[in-house]
Every structure is written in C-alpha cells, then in structure tokens.
C-alpha cells in the first residue's frame, strides 16, 4: 500500500474530505492532535478498528480512546453522564484529558477490547477536529506509532513507523504539547491513570479529590492490570538503551558526565539529553538541549522527538531525572518506561543502580 501525505496546513480542505472518506469506507488514517499524532478509524465499526491494532501490532487487550467534535457526542458513548463529567468537560475541552465512564451499547467491544467502560476525549486540533466532523462517526486512534515505540510528534515520524501500513497521513506539523493526553477514570473515586499537560491540582480545582494511579512512575503491579491495561507494556521505548540518572541538576550533571566517560570508554556510543539549566555542564561530551527544568512543559514537548532523534545515532542516552510537579510527572511518565525503570540515584556516592 502506497502511504499519501496530505499537508492539512495548506490543504485543510481537501486533506479532511479524503481522509473522512478513508474513515468511513473503514480505512485507517494519520491525524494531528495537540498532544501526539493519532491513528482513526471508524470508532463504531469493529473490523475498522481491528485494522489499527494490525498496523501498529498493538496487542488487542490495550483499549483505545474514542475522539469526539462536539461535546453532546459524549452522550451517545456513555451510558449516561455523570454529574463531575460536566464540569470537567466544560473546562478542559476541547484539549487534551481523556475521560472514561460505563460504555454504552454502540461502542463495539473492539475498541474498549472488551472492557465494559470507554475512554473519551475532544481534541482541540483544529484538522482532527474537521475531520471528525465530517467523517461523522467518533474516531478511535491510539497514537500513531508502531506498538512500544515513542510515540510521533510529526507526520515524519508516522511515516517512519507507518510508511506502507495505511494510505494516509495528515500533516499539521509539530506537535503542541508533545505527550499524550491526561487519562482519568470517573468509575470511582476520579483516578489518574496516565499524567499529561491536564494536571492532578488542575483537576482537584474543579472536582475535589483526585488519586493517582500507583503505577504512575513504576512499574504495573498485577493487580492493577484490569484497571489500566496500556501500562502494562513496553513504552516509548527508542532503538538506544536509555538510563535516568536523579539528584539536584548540579550532582545530575556530574554523575552523567562520569557515565557518559564511563561507557566511551567502553566502546559505546553514548548522547546526553540535557537541559537549559545543565547544558554548560556537558561541555567536552554530546548533549542535546530539549529545555526547562523549571518549566517541564518544554521538556514534554521535546522528549519523544529527541527519544526518536538520538535514539537512532547512539546505543546510550543519558537523561535527567526532574521533580514530579506539574507536567514534571507527565515527563517522568513517559521518560521512566522509556528507561524501562532504569534510574540511577546521584546522590548515593557509589552510583548503586536501583530498579
Ligand atoms: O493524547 C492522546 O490521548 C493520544 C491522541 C492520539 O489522542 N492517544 C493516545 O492513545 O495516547 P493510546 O491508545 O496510545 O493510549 C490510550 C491509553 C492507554 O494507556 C489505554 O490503556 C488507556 O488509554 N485506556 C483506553 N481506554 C481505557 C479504558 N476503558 N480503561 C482503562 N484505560 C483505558
Ligand atoms: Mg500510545
């Protein structure tokens, strides 16, 4: 199959109605959002979806969100609409937080991969948007990358992961916030079960309380594999090995700059993933800046690209560990599964490696 690439920000028009047509005849197509490019199919259509676990050799337990234009979609998807959906739904979208609740009978059980609750969002792109609108249907897409792979930021990186899969790909460019949206349960006590620009203390303002899912900077323990099921596998994962090594920026920078010899030395080749903070202290050894510390929005909105960037020039990436505020615990989300939890305290004198 020949992949197109139509760039939605010269030819909206035309790029939406091809694509909306591909939806509706059960086909797959690449689409910008704020958060990750996503891959649509046919959200009421079973088979149609079933396509997009075939094309990113997805494993068919990991349930995908349903992308809606217009708010009172929601109550077609739901089994009904509970009273805390309400103001969320007023104030965080169109944008990137994810929503799930009981599922009502016309979601097929393909995209909640048989759970009985779906998750729900309403991007704020202005493309997926129009396309959604005018495919008519709810779309499902997970993020456009082949299974464990980081997810894309740019229609280059689908092309990558996708060239051959699916007929069509729209470009809208980078990117806005660089990590996938914030996923929160409403069956319960609100939980996050996956951290993005949509933070827990901007939740608690509008709805009181909200838990965040332990599995949230470690590991998935068994028990909590009914509730989140996509946590459980490999994630964002580049083509180098990547190590997070923690402390204040400054003991940051020197245990780094000791590995980074220490693996040269070795024969590897190794990156550094620095920050505007840090960057002065790399000198001598290659980093590449991706921002903020103190702004960790900037750092979201690099990480994937730089994962896919440098992970296919070297075999090691240094990258340092920051505080968990804010988007910091979205950063460190996707950071620590890129590592495979492979962290280094720099602190501890003898630079012991914990799990
Ligand atoms: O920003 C985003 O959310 C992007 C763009 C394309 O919208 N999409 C995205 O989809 O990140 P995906 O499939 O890569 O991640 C969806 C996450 C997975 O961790 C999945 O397990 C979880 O949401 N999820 C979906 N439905 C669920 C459900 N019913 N119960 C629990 N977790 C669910
Ligand atoms: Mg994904």
Known sequence: ??????????????????????????????????????????GLDG?????????????????????????????????????????????????????IFHKADIVPYEVTAGLETVAVRMPSDKTARTLITKAEVPIAAPSANRSGRPSPTTAEHVLEDMDGRIPLILDGGACKYGVESTVLSLIGTPTILRPGAITKEMLEAVIGPVK???????????????????????????????IVVEGTPEQTAKCIMTLYYDYLEQGKTVEILSTDQTHFRYRGA??????????????????????????????????EGIDTDDEGLAYMNRLLRAAGFERIDANSANMNRTQ
């Open 286 to 319: 290659s980093a590449v800046n991706i921002g903020d510390r103190n702004h960790p929005e900037t750092l979201c909105a690099n990480l994937f690209r730089a994962l896919r960037d440098v992970g296919s020039v070297c075999e090691i990436i240094l990258a």
């Open 1 to 42: 199959m020949k992949t197109q690439i139509i760039d939605a920000r010269k030819q909206a028009e035309a790029g939406t109605t091809i694509g909306a047509g591909l939806i509706r005849n059960g086909e797959l197509v690449a689409f910008p959002t704020e958060t990750v490019y996503g891959l649509g199919a046919n």
């Open 47 to 99: 088979e149609a979806v079933n396509h997009i676990f075939e094309a990113k050799g997805r494993p068919n337990d990991n349930p995908l969100i349903l992308h809606i234009a217009k708010k009172s979609d929601l109550k077609k998807l739901w089994a009904h609409i509970p009273d805390r959906a309400i103001p969320l739904m007023e104030t965080f979208w169109p944008g990137p937080l994810t929503m």
């Open 212 to 242: 965040l899912a332990p599995s949230i900077l470690k590991p998935l323990a068994d028990r909590e594999v009914a509730a989140s099921p996509g946590m459980k596998y490999k994630h964002y994962a580049p083509d180098a090995q990547v």
